[in-house]
């Protein structure tokens, strides 16, 4: 039900900033908790930072202070704002919508948008 698409990614210097942006097609978007995830190359896919309808937001250690997740639920979108970047968050970053209607929740993904940080 839910279509997701990732945009912003692209190359950055060490210490240089992006803005992600994942827009969802679909309804009762605010009713989701939304999350980044992120592939680097050879390496499992890790959950980077999530944030539930009701706005509380939660990131793993290596990002915090440094990214910032925000959702706009009337525009259907979530960003990751990233700042000082480092070549460790090389990744393909993916959007995630998390439906905790169901038992298990249903999980639905973008196609990722990747992420070089590299002088």
């Known amino acids: 039900q839910v279509q997701l698409v990732e945009s912003g990614g692209g190359l950055v210097q060490p210490g240089g900033s992006l803005r992600l942006s994942c827009a969802a097609s679909?309804?009762?978007?605010?009713?989701?908790?939304m999350g980044w995830y992120r592939q680097a190359p050879g390496k499992q896919r890790e959950l980077v930072a999530t944030?539930?309808?009701?706005?509380?937001?939660d990131y793993i250690d290596s990002v915090r202070g440094r990214f910032t997740i925000s959702r706009d639920n009337a525009k259907d979108t979530v960003d990751l704002q990233m700042n000082n970047l480092k070549p460790e968050d090389t990744a393909v970053y993916y959007c995630?919508?998390?439906?905790?209607?169901?038992?298990?929740?249903?999980?639905?993904w973008g196609q990722g948008t990747q992420v070089t940080v590299s002088s």
């Open positions: 944030i539930t309808s009701g706005g509380s937001t």
């Open positions: 679909g309804r009762i978007f605010s009713m989701y908790t």
């Open positions: 995630n919508a998390r439906n905790w209607y169901y038992s298990p929740p249903h999980d639905y």
